[in-house]
């Protein structure tokens, strides 16, 4: 016993500490997506093929060969979402910090908010944080507009044409409504839950930006961050929770969180 601790070098611990932590990262990239569906059907297919081996299952074994031999192309095609969502936390250094908004703006988009729940006026609220949103603000209608309450609520006003898509808010100004969003392609999310509702936790799943989704039916109002969904209860909570993320400082325990069941729960 002593004899193998004495072999083991510092380079060994670091080795399988940081192995370790990239396959804590991947599960938390992939847990609670249809990902994990996949994952389970490689190692289904894998576990035949060593029966298959055992077995000499020689045709059966000759398609497994063949199939796996291409695993690396396949992981790529069939992952291609979250290895390009991995690679994009990756490049985010720790040290950037989301300073473009400040006191007012959250005072003004939480009025607005909750302006628009008491009405039954559905809204859909991007803000970006270091990831860029580009590509999302590019499919929208140009606006570039200051952040104010009055012209986030013209915006989704049933009356408005840009009213169906996203807002997105980029340093304090609104750059874009209408904007279209991706919709999440996670299997658990409940069967209520609308188009809007969909497009928020997809956009989060992609990136890091904070999303706001107002439900004209049940006048609920969510925040949503990272593929989960919190109900937001009042205009405190909910002012606690956006300076937390972009300014610093305690705030947000007040919130019920609904995040989708652990990964685990769901095999």
């Not at 990902?35 to 576990?47: A, E, F, I």
């Not at 949103?133 to 606006?143: A, K, P, V, W």
Request: aromatic share 10%; proline share 2%; hydrophobic share 45%.
């Amino acid at each position: 016993m002593f004899e193998f601790i004495k072999i083991i070098r510092w380079q060994d611990i670091v080795d399988i500490l940081v192995v370790a932590f990239l396959f804590y990262q991947l599960i938390s990239i992939i847990r609670g997506t249809r990902s994990v569906q996949m994952v389970l059907g490689l190692v289904v297919l894998v576990g035949v093929y060593f029966m298959a081996r055992i077995l000499d299952l020689v045709t059966l074994l000759w398609l497994l060969q063949t199939f796996l031999g291409s695993l690396f192309i396949i992981i790529i095609i069939v992952f291609q979402d979250d290895i390009r969502r991995a690679l994009t936390q990756v490049g985010r250094t720790p040290f950037q910090k989301s300073m473009d908004m400040v006191d007012k703006d959250i005072e003004e988009i939480v009025r607005t908010v909750f302006y628009l729940s008491k009405r039954r006026i559905g809204a859909l609220i991007v803000i970006e944080r270091d990831m860029g949103l580009r590509d999302y603000i590019e499919s929208g209608f140009h606006i570039d507009s200051r952040l104010t309450r009055e012209m986030l609520i013209s915006i989704f006003m049933p009356v408005s044409p840009l009213h169906d898509g996203g807002a997105i808010i980029r340093k304090g100004r609104i750059q874009t409504a209408g904007a279209i969003l991706p919709l999440t392609q996670n299997p658990y999310i409940d069967k209520h839950y609308g188009t809007r509702h969909r497009a928020a936790i997809g956009l989060s799943e992609e990136t890091d930006a904070v999303i706001l989704v107002v439900s004209e039916e049940t006048q609920q109002i969510s925040l949503v961050q990272h593929g989960a969904m919190t109900a937001v209860s009042d205009e405190v909570s909910l002012t606690n929770s956006l300076r937390a993320i972009f300014i610093g400082g305690k705030g947000g325990k007040d919130a019920h969180k609904y995040s989708w069941k652990n990964w685990f729960s769901k095999q």
